[in-house]
């Protein structure tokens, strides 16, 4: 009898850009944006780490930032669709610990892990008029001392956001269809 074969080629050495990204910051021992050159900014002693895939940016828990300059193509708040993607090791779940935020100060959205529960994950998107649209993950959803993929994507056709946790939706709701600050 014929035997059909089915090659799987997995590839982690990070070189895979998906249609519509905007930027991707790897953390190779610096800043740079290695798609659009919309190079970023190591704030108050950042440093780096052994990460998943190369090096990880390690960031302190107080004040350690990588900041990006606005540009037109990372407004994303223009888009019908919205994406957000990075892998975190958390080594602290209690407080508010930003994973990234965007816009402008005190109006800005955020994604945050443990933001009202120890190891939650949720999102903001601030809409035009300063109105918040958040939903969060149940307690428990981030692991401490363990590399864990985080995605936040969110559709204004819908008004669906979704949060994932190593591929696996961790919340999903209907937010409302609107243009959010970034």
């Known amino acids: 009898s014929a035997e059909d074969t089915l090659e799987i080629t997995v590839d982690r050495s990070g070189s895979v850009t998906p249609e519509g990204m905007v930027g991707f910051w790897k953390g190779e021992d610096n800043a740079r944006d290695s798609l659009t050159l919309n190079n ?29 300059p606005a540009a037109s193509e990372t407004n994303a708040g223009v888009a019908s669709e919205f ?18 935020e965007w816009g402008t100060s005190g109006t800005s959205s955020q994604i945050y892990g443990s933001a009202g529960a120890s190891g939650n994950f949720s999102a903001n998107l601030v809409d035009l008029n300063g109105g918040s649209h958040t939903l969060r993950a149940p307690a428990g959803t981030l692991i401490q001392g363990q590399w864990q993929h985080v995605a936040v994507t969110y559709s204004k056709a819908n008004g669906v956001m979704r949060l994932y946790r190593n591929g696996a939706v961790v919340a999903q709701g209907v937010i409302g269809s609107f243009s959010f600050r970034s």
């Not at 780490?49 to 302190?60: K, L, M, N, S, Y």
């Not at 994406?83 to 990234?100: D, K």
């Open 40 to 68: 970023g900014e190591l704030l108050n002693g950042t440093i780096f780490t052994a990460g998943i895939v190369g090096r990880a940016f390690q960031f302190d828990g107080v004040n350690d930032d990588l900041v990006i």
């Open 83 to 100: 994406s957000f993607e990075c892998w975190v090791n958390p080594s602290i779940l209690s407080g508010l610990r930003p994973i990234a």
